[in-house]
């Protein structure tokens, strides 16, 4: 089974940052959009930030100015930069490609913002 490990997650105050880091296999990680997903208590996942092998990058409305995705294919890790966090941004944050695929999901890593 491949998975995703995710690790930076945290408690954090709002306005403060964090960076999330997520690894893959090679055979993975280098031959596929790779998304941030996140999960909030009673909410579906869904993807907020997306980069291509191209790096064309999309972002949705909640995160676009104060999220930012990258990717180092040598290193096979993907991050997301955080500002800005705010309370609603409190969630699991996951990797996996675009589509998802069921057997890809790892661990998953917490953020929590509240003061």
């Known amino acids: 089974q491949v998975q995703f490990v995710e690790s930076g997650g945290g408690l954090v105050q709002p306005g403060g940052s964090l960076r999330l880091s997520c690894t893959a296999p090679?055979?993975?990680?280098?031959?596929?959009?790779i998304a941030w997903y996140r999960q909030a208590p009673g909410k579906q996942r869904g993807w907020v930030a997306k980069?291509?092998?191209?790096?064309?990058?999309q972002y949705t409305d909640s995160v676009k100015g104060r999220f930012t995705i990258s990717r180092d294919n040598a290193k096979n890790t993907a991050y997301l930069q955080m500002n800005n966090l705010a309370p609603e941004d409190t969630a699991v944050y996951y990797c996996?490609?675009?589509?998802?695929?069921?057997?890809?999901w790892g661990q998953g890593t917490r953020v929590t913002v509240s003061s």
């Open positions: 090679r055979n993975i990680f280098g031959m596929n959009t």
């Open positions: 996996n490609v675009i589509p998802s695929r069921e057997n890809f």
């Open positions: 980069i291509t092998l191209a790096e064309n990058i």
